[in-house]
């Protein structure tokens, strides 16, 4: 067992025959995304491996991603400014695919993006928006630092700009191991953070293209 | 049910994994942000281009440039001004004339100038002089059929005092012949430039008929009036029409009304030519300059040789023994060159209110004899006659200039 909650249970499950290991997700609400998943590939993030349906009861087949934890990393070293970008990037990529589906991932930060060789793939996604308690501290708070953007606090709807703050919140973590609010990255980085992190999500970048371009 | 098209294992439909080896067994597409261009190397990429542009445009605007619009008109502004310039044919110096279309006759020479004009764009003022210091060179060429019987011919360009306006002329021999050709006037500016300038003429061919004695009966004043007024009334208007008449002697009249037959005589080996003895009358009707060659006219003293109402060139031709051997009236205009005026009361009456002056030359002609060589009346015309080579002897009076005509007689000889 992963992970429980009123409305499911993730489990890690291996398979007989093969050794093989996968993430094993029921739940209850809608499926549409992880329907909508089945039928691509994103190297960013988990492959959806099967998507079944019984009335409201969904139970969802996932890759399994074994590799390092970036949060578990963060904690002995930062990122280089090239590291940072390198996985930025493919961070965004995920929430691309994401927001392509009309989901948001609400969820971005360390201890959700896992390094396996030179590819970060996100993982723990809310392609479904119902399995995550709203605006709880202990899925939206790395210790002292707020990965969710204000408006997830129930300030306003939440939108895919709220994982653009998140994003710059953590490029922020990967390069000084602080929140933007207390020691902001200096440099042309600095300013993509503090786009990404203004309150007012109207005043951040308004797609994951946008937020690209400035990286890159 | 369908099977796994990895391991054969049974599935269920619409299943996207195999329980029995763990792999995906439905088609995925790989899903990946649209590719752009990074917003840094879009600008540096376009500022790269507007860099070369500026640099390409700057090259451009400093080479020589060519002015060739296909036309007869071609306006050039340089550091002084703007310049209108053209190609025409006529005198208005404003008027490009870029087709040009003229009508000849069979057999005819002409000689047409191509005038090169240079105007002040705003003022209109002839800016000839102080454009012309800028040209390196002018030149003309004509592109024309190669098979063409006659070909056109062209002098170079250069400036003409009978065209103080034109900056520049070149002179077009053509014959009906020659054919359609295209003018290119080629100006070579001294800082590079190049203008050209295009004139295209077309020629129609005006259709032309003769009629010889062999195939036709003119014998007798009859048969000859018979056959002008036939032509006069089968042969189009336009039509230049050649009666070529043998050496007799007409001792009845001839009218000629219709159409602008051109009579010219002959001589035969015994000496005898062509002769009316009387009048043949021109009416006022005739369109066209009706052209008498090499014959005679011999008269009693009682009447006219040649009472003329519409336009009539002499040559070659005498009249003698005419109470007035040639009258000009109404709205004639005459002409006489290489004649003889001899025994006649009045050789030459002008005595004509028309308005169309043909030729003011009266050249080489001999008056003998005659009670008033040279009477002028009335003359259609201010500027002067011209009788340049013509011989004034044993006249009454040899000019009784009646209406104060201005004459060139500088070059007349009186005896």
Known sequence: MLKESPRGAVRLIRHRATGQRFVLRQFTGSAEVYQRL???TCPNLPAVFEAVSQGDRHIVLEEYIQGDNLGELLQSALCSPRETRDIALQICR???TLHSMSAVHRDVKPEN???????AVLIDFDAARLHKPEASAGTQILGTVGFAAPEQYGLSQSDLRSDIYSLGVLINVMLTGEHPSKKLVEGRMGRVVQRCTQVNPAKRYQTILRLMEAIE | MKTCPHCGAPLPDGASFCHNCARAVNARSRVSPPWHMPRRVLYSTLLIVLVLALAVGGWLYTRPKVYDNGTAEVIYTDQDGTYQILAGYGTDRFEPVHEYTTECEEREEYRMPSRLYINHQESGANAKEVFIRKVEAVTVD???SDDSPIPWRWSEPKAMSFAPDAAMISLLDFTAQSGPMELIWTIHMENGDIIRLYQKVELIPIPTYHYYPEDTPMETAEELQTLVDKIGAEVEEAAIVYIHLPP???????????CSVNLIGSTDEKGRRTTFTSTVRLSSTLDNIVYFDDIDFVGNRNSIGISAASRLHLTGCSLSGWKTGLLG????????????FEDNLVGFHFNATGGYVSDRSYLDNVFRNNGTAVLLEQVPTDTDLIFGGTRFSGNGTDIDNRCGQALDISKAIFE
Do not use: F, H, K, P
């Open chain 2, 248 to 258: 007799v002697t007409y001792t009845g009249g001839l009218t000629i009304e219709q």
């Open chain 1, 38 to 40: 089945l039928g691509c």
């Open chain 2, 329 to 340: 009236y109404g709205y004639a205009w005459v002409n006489a060159d290489e004649c003889v």
């Open chain 1, 113 to 119: 993006i896992i390094l396996r060789g030179d590819n």
């Open chain 2, 142 to 144: 004509v592109i024309q």
């Open chain 1, 94 to 96: 995920a929430l691309w």
